[in-house]
């Protein structure tokens, strides 16, 4: 069963599912750039991520390689860093769920996460998708789909 949440602490959906398991008092954590790096500046300490060398590509595939399965949330299409996390769980043979938000809404999500979950056995969720600033409606989605996922 799910008990933490990781990412890679960028603002949209990484922030939204690290305070989905802050507001569900689930474990979080994860990896983010040297220099807590994002688009808004620093990630705040609070989020309490493991400062890695390198930038966003060597972080994703570090969150990858450290959790039993990823979320990746994305709305149409695939592009960046979230088609980047989608590459990496292929090439280490990880579990990995792909939420289209314009298909369905974050409480089916939930349902469908809950059901990967469960299927691949996954304690640690990474969860990936694009920054606010490509997809301001990210955040919303994600933090109400991850909830609903930790609190079912």
Do not use: W
């Amino acid at each position: 069963m799910l008990s933490k949440i990781i990412s890679g602490g960028q603002t949209g959906a990484d922030r939204a599912a690290l305070d989905a398991a802050i507001d569900a008092s689930i474990s979080f954590g994860g990896s983010c750039p040297a220099g807590r790096k994002a688009e808004d500046g620093q990630i705040p300490d609070y989020y309490g991520l493991q400062e890695i060398s390198g930038g966003y590509r060597q972080r994703t595939r570090k969150n990858v390689e450290d959790s039993d399965g990823t979320a990746i949330f994305y709305n149409t299409f695939l592009s960046g860093g979230t088609e980047l996390t989608l590459q990496f769980c292929i090439r280490f043979n990880k579990p990995y769920k792909l939420i289209d938000i314009s298909l369905i809404d974050s409480e089916k999500a939930a349902a469908v996460l809950v059901e990967f979950a469960d299927k691949f056995q996954v304690e640690t969720l990474n969860v990936a998708g694009p920054r606010a600033s490509s997809h301001p409606e990210m955040y919303d989605y994600v933090q109400q789909a991850i909830f609903k996922t930790l609190t079912i």
